[in-house]
Each structure stands twice: as structure tokens, then as C-alpha cells.
């Protein structure tokens, strides 16, 4: 039977920590390691005393690293200590979660392997701070908009998963807060399965305990989910730039041989022989930005592994072409509509509507052009598991 490890990043913990871990060894079979994020003197001997109980090892940090180095340290011990014959069950050190919450996860590893399983808590209720409501609808939403699926709570600490996405794990960066969001956002790029089990939600004190900072690590976690999008808008702006330089240089260079031999290479001169010279010009210059642009977007901003010549490419290259061409067709049709119905200038509707096909462009792309989806535990996706209530947990940047 596959071994199974409880990992608890812990930064200043409660005293209750070791009640919290004794309810777990009384419901679940396990090795529990629990890493001292840079606690300090004054919380020794609450780590002392997890390390003189049974099947409990403490991990130290000498300084705090923040919880996703925490994890990590935890995730090594387990790869070198079991390889990827295990199961792991990660949560947070303030006694929110509850243990037979925690067998429910580790059941739907063994249901679905290959997954990630998270701990999904409620935020609809009363109780529930504002600051935990309004921080995970904003990070499901731009999840959902970028990563390609909804999660009701991206931030939970509360996760399990076989030692099979151990090594993806410790490959993520990151290293406080913003890390559980990056694994989420691998898990979606890489098609790994992510399935939600409802859990019960506690909060005491208001949450008063998290080490949260809500300024700087929510500018974190919006950093780790803006990174694709950001890296799509920059090879999107270098891309504009080059097909504005390329469609100079060609239309000078066609202008210079419609001067030198009349209207060779067109089929009209004067007014009507600089429409087709401007078109030539236009589709040359998009041709190649839409080729250097393609070849980004797949090497970096999707991380589409292989070349040019390999499995797949051609069918991404024809979807990224029909991808260019709808795009024109709608930029050209709604430009039309808005500035008709709105009676604007064109050059203003086409900034508001290309601006919308921007946003559905990296969409489309990220989930269809560079599909990049694996099969894993014999599905793929998103499943969502009806479970008990919801419950939730903290943790230290």
C-alpha cells in the first residue's frame, strides 16, 4: 500500500498544533512532516514537542522562506524518501480543516490518480470575512479568464495528490503565496485534472491568524496569474511594432518599383495602383508578424514544446491561420457595426474592438490554437465533487 505523508507548512503556529495533529493520526494512516518556516526561539517548543510524537518530523527553516518554499522542502523529503510511490495531503497549520475532510481528499487521490484534488471551501456564507470572499471571487474570475477553467477557491491550502506530480510540484516556482496559484495554473496548461471536494468552513476570529498580507502577496498572486497574459502582450506589442516597420519597408519597396517600370507587379496605376500596392504591402507585412508571432506565442507564451516539423505543429499552425483570419473578419464587422450604431470615428470603435478580440484571442489560443492537454488518470479537466460543507485555512507568506 502506498505510503502516505501529511505535509503542514507551519510559520508561528498555535499551541493547538499538536491537537491538530493527533486528530490527524487518529483518522489517517501517515508520515506527518511539519516544516518551521522561520518561526523563531519562542516557538521551539511547540516544534519540540511535534517531534517526540509518533510518525511526526520536523523540517526547519532558519529564516522565513514563505509557505511555497515551505511546501517544497516538505515535497523533497517525501521524493527522496518514498520516490513517487505515495500520497500526499497538504494543509494549513491554524486547525481549520478538518480530519475526516482530510480522508475524503486522500480517498479521491486513490478514485481519480493523477489528479490534483483540493479542499474547496464555501465563501457565500455570512460568516465568511470579506477580505477571504472578495480575494478568491476576484482570483477565481481571472483564473477562469485566463487558465481556461472556474475554481470556486484557487487559494485553498488544502490539496492532495499522488507522487506522481511530485516532480511538476517541485518544478513550479514560486515561493510564498503565489506558488499554490502557479501549481494551479501548470495543472491547467499541462491538462492535469483538478477536482474540487467541498469541505466545512471555520473561520476564528475573523481569520485574524493568516499571515496573509493583502497588499503584497495578493500583488503576487495577480502576478502569477497576469504572467501568461502579460508575456502574451508583449510579443503582441513587438509583433505590431514589426508588422508596422515591415509594411513601411514594403510598400516604399513597391512604390519604388512601380516608379521604375510603371505598374509592374499591379494591375491598375495611379490612385487604384497604390490601393494594390497598400494591400500587397499590408499582407506581406502581416504574413511574416504572423509568423514570428505564432513561433512566440508557442515557444513562450504557451510553452508548446517541439519545432517546427514535429508532431502537432501543423495542425497549430492551421488553426493559428484561421485563428488570424476570423480575427480580421470580426475586427472588420464590428468595427463597422459600433462606429454605424454609435456614429464614432472608425479608429475609435476599432480600439474598442479589437481591444475585445485581444482578450478572446489569447483565450482561443490558450485553448485551442496550442492545445496542450495530456491524458492522466483517464480523464481530463475539471471535475467538481459534491462533498460536505467548506472549510478553510491560512498560512504564513
Same mark, same amino acid.
Given at each position: 500500500?502506498?505510503? !502516505? ?33 522561520? %518561526? ?20 526547519? =527553516? ?34 481549520? =480543516? ?25 465563501? !457565500? ?16 474570475? @481571472? ?10 477557491? !484557487? ?16 518544478? !513550479? ?5 503565489? $506558488? ?11 491538462? @492535469?485534472? @483538478? ?15 493568516? =499571515? ?7 500583488? &503576487? ?10 508575456? +502574451? ?100 464587422? %464590428?468595427?463597422?457595426?459600433? %462606429?454605424?450604431? +454609435? ?17 478572446? %484571442?489569447?483565450? @482561443? ?14 480523464? $481530463? ?9 467548506? &472549510? ?6
Amino acid at each position: 500500500m502506498e505510503r !502516505t505523508y501529511i505535509i503542514i507548512p507551519a510559520l508561528e503556529p498555535e499551541p493547538g498544533l499538536c491537537g491538530q495533529i493527533a486528530g490527524l493520526r487518529d483518522k489517517i494512516s501517515s508520515k506527518i512532516v511539519v516544516v518551521d518556516d522561520g %518561526s523563531g526561539a519562542d516557538y521551539r517548543k511547540i516544534f519540540d514537542r511535534v517531534a517526540g510524537m509518533d510518525d511526526c518530523l520536523v523540517l526547519r =527553516h532558519e529564516e522565513n522562506k514563505g509557505k511555497g518554499q515551505a511546501l517544497k522542502t516538505g515535497f523533497r523529503y517525501v521524493r527522496e524518501s518514498a520516490g513517487t510511490d505515495c500520497r500526499i495531503l497538504c494543509l494549513d497549520c491554524d486547525g481549520q =480543516h478538518l480530519p475526516e475532510d482530510g480522508v475524503r481528499l486522500l480517498e479521491t487521490v486513490e478514485e481519480c490518480p493523477g489528479a490534483l484534488i483540493l479542499g474547496g471551501r464555501d465563501f !457565500t456564507g455570512k460568516e465568511v470575512p470579506w477580505k477571504s470572499r472578495f480575494g478568491n471571487r476576484v482570483s477565481s474570475v @481571472i483564473f477562469w479568464l485566463f487558465g481556461g477553467m472556474y475554481l470556486g477557491d !484557487t487559494q485553498t491550502g488544502f490539496r492532495a495528490f499522488d507522487g506522481s506530480l511530485l516532480d511538476l510540484m517541485l518544478q !513550479t516556482p514560486g515561493d510564498r503565496f503565489e $506558488y499554490e496559484t502557479r501549481v494551479l495554473l501548470v495543472c491547467a496548461q499541462q491538462g @492535469i485534472p @483538478i477536482v474540487t471536494e467541498k469541505i466545512e468552513t471555520v473561520y476564528v476570529n475573523d481569520n485574524a491568524g493568516t =499571515h496573509f498580507r493583502p497588499v503584497r502577496d495578493s500583488i &503576487r498572486v495577480m502576478g502569477a496569474l497576469f504572467q501568461g497574459p502579460g508575456r +502574451f502582450v508583449l510579443t503582441s506589442m513587438v509583433c505590431t511594432l514589426l508588422d508596422l516597420s515591415l509594411f513601411w519597408i514594403f510598400e516604399k519597396a513597391f512604390e519604388q518599383i512601380q516608379i521604375l517600370r510603371g505598374s509592374a507587379g499591379f494591375p491598375y496605376a495611379g490612385n487604384e495602383g497604390q490601393f494594390w500596392r497598400i494591400a500587397a504591402a499590408t499582407v506581406a507585412a502581416r504574413v511574416l508578424s504572423a509568423a514570428v508571432n505564432f513561433a512566440l506565442n508557442r515557444s513562450w507564451v504557451f510553452h508548446k514544446p517541439g519545432k517546427p516539423g514535429t508532431a502537432g505543429w501543423k495542425g497549430e499552425a492551421f488553426r493559428y491561420l484561421l485563428l488570424c483570419v476570423g480575427t480580421m473578419a470580426a475586427s472588420s464587422l %464590428s468595427v463597422y457595426a459600433v %462606429s454605424s450604431f +454609435f456614429h464614432t470615428e472608425p479608429a475609435a470603435a476599432k480600439l474598442i474592438c479589437d481591444g475585445v478580440l485581444f482578450f478572446f %484571442s489569447y483565450r @482561443i489560443q490558450r485553448i485551442w490554437v496550442f492545445l496542450n492537454r495530456r491524458k492522466v488518470g483517464g480523464e $481530463y479537466g475539471v471535475k467538481e465533487q459534491e462533498g460536505r460543507g467548506q &472549510r478553510s485555512g491560512k498560512h504564513d507568506g
